[in-house]
């Protein structure tokens, strides 16, 4: 937990940095010559021409054959690793087939939500690698479900103010910090699942008695799903009607907030009002599922049971839950930031307070699969992206988040490394730094070059 605190100061402090410099040039360029710059004016037509909708056809060539490799790719590892994979959509949407930035991240909710939508089914009929409890962690995702969906309304306020360098400078940062974290974690699981299996061979090696039977038989399978219960029984195990219908409450609450909030004028004062009630609706939810938590935490040091009621071994002190709530909440701001489904902080973070890698993808699949349905649906009553290229992504990315969890299952299976799932969730992110760090590095040259304003905007004059 510690290393994880450090992650999270270096990351605030470098995110402080950066507003802080976005801070100094948008005052350096308030006070350049008129002719040396454009006016707020001219940076607003600009904003508009940039965000023009762009729609091509859905047509078969080689945009479409590529777009459909790298989305079925993307899925297939993006919600193995828990991530989504919307760093790696938009690029391709906007570069290889040439839709608009809006539009692109957009149809990168749509792929988002048919992968961890596909990926759910698939780990709903898998039984707990090592317990007798579901797969998904219902008690993780009810904590981080609200602040994830308040976070992405943050973020998506935050990208109208925000210019774009800042924007591609914190991505880069938080990208390279949590890719390299999860990359060293996935490195010291593979040593130690070395270790394991070298010690099941020599089990497997044990001498024989005069009747060629074995006088050691033990064999030990770590995170490997079991098959000897029936489907019906795991999906009995795994499904939790009331957990999913608290869960559902909250994504129509917010979904509703949205919608009207979507329809009223621009920094109203309705329009405010409903932007404060999401807090409400966040917090309660929140707060229950944490003091919960916390109490139940307590009772069992109080009986001195060490078992911990879910998959994370953080203690839950109040500590660690305002700490929990505010990445949470920073994943819901890089996932309106971005377009994606906030998997880039839930998922590291899942595996950072303990939990297994298995449990990990699962719980943060679920838990995007909710949140990316939300802004779907909100895109779709608002008319921002083309239905039949939208559906045919979707497609793409069904059928690549089932086969994704399949295969890398056999694979954990076959090998005994789930380290594997960490290695793809690390270099997910990191292709992603890559891609979004490079188109937004020379887009923000091209600002420069045009003497463009470089600070922040005013909310409701962008809108």
């Known amino acids: ?224 799903p079991k098959e000897e219960k029936s489907l019906q029984q795991v999906l009995g195990m795994n499904i939790r009607w009331k957990r999913l219908l608290i869960l559902f409450i909250v994504w129509a609450a917010f979904l509703l907030l949205q919608l009207i909030k979507n329809y009223s004028a621009v920094c109203s004062v309705w329009y405010w009002v409903l932007f404060c009630l999401q807090f409400p609706v966040a917090m309660v939810v929140f707060g229950h599922e944490a003091v919960k938590l916390y109490k139940e935490h307590k009772k069992r040091i109080c009986t001195g049971n060490t078992e911990s009621i879910c998959e994370a071994t953080i203690q839950w002190t109040a500590a660690h839950i305002a700490f929990c709530s505010l990445c949470g909440i920073l994943g819901g701001c890089v996932g309106g930031l971005l377009g994606s489904g906030g998997g880039f902080i839930l998922g590291p973070l899942l595996l950072e307070i303990g939990v297994i890698p298995q449990v990990a993808s699962a719980t943060a699949t679920f838990v995007m699969m909710y949140s990316s349905s939300l802004s779907v649906v909100e895109f779709y009553l608002l008319k ?30 076959i090998l005994k490394r789930a380290s594997l799932i960490v290695f793809i969730l690390s270099g997910v992110i990191f292709a992603s730094a890559v891609t979004m760090g490079v188109i937004g590095i020379e887009k923000s040259i091209t600002m420069i070059e045009n003497h463009e304003f470089m600070g922040f905007l005013n909310f409701c004059s962008s809108q």
């Not at 937990?1 to 040039?25: D, P, R």
């Not at 792929?111 to 698939?122: D, H, T």
């Not at 793409?396 to 299952?409: D, I, K, M, P």
């Open 1 to 224: 937990m510690a290393s994880t605190k450090g992650l999270v100061l270096f990351l605030v402090s470098f995110f402080s940095l950066a507003v802080l410099a976005a801070q100094l040039l948008g005052q350096y360029t308030l006070h350049e010559p008129s002719g040396a710059r454009v006016s707020n004016s001219g940076l607003l037509l600009a904003r508009l021409s940039d965000v023009e909708k762009v729609w091509p056809e859905l047509e078969f060539g080689w945009r479409l054959a590529v777009a459909t490799v790298i989305g079925f790719l993307g899925s297939a590892c993006g919600t193995v690793g828990g991530v989504g994979g919307g760093g790696i959509f938009v690029p391709m949407l906007t570069l290889i087939v040439g839709f608009d930035t809006k539009s692109a991240a957009a149809i990168s909710k749509c792929m988002i939500m048919g992968a961890s939508a596909s990926s759910v089914w698939y780990n709903l009929r898998v039984p707990h690698p090592t317990k007798e409890v579901p797969i998904i962690d219902y008690d993780l995702a009810l904590l981080f479900q609200p602040m994830l969906m308040l976070g992405i309304t943050v973020g998506v306020a935050l990208s109208v103010v925000f210019p774009y360098w800042l924007i591609t400078v914190l991505i880069i940062i938080l990208f390279m910090g949590t890719s390299s974290r999860s990359f060293c974690k996935a490195l010291d699981m593979w040593k130690e699942e070395s270790i394991l299996n070298k010690e099941l061979a020599k089990q497997q090696e044990a001498p024989v008695n005069s009747r060629g039977e074995l006088l050691i038989d033990t064999p030990y399978e770590p995170l490997i």
């Open 384 to 413: 921002r992206f083309p239905i039949p290229f939208a559906l045919y992504m979707t497609l793409v990315s069904v059928l690549a988040g089932f086969w994704g969890q399949f295969l890398v299952r056999k694979l954990v299976t």
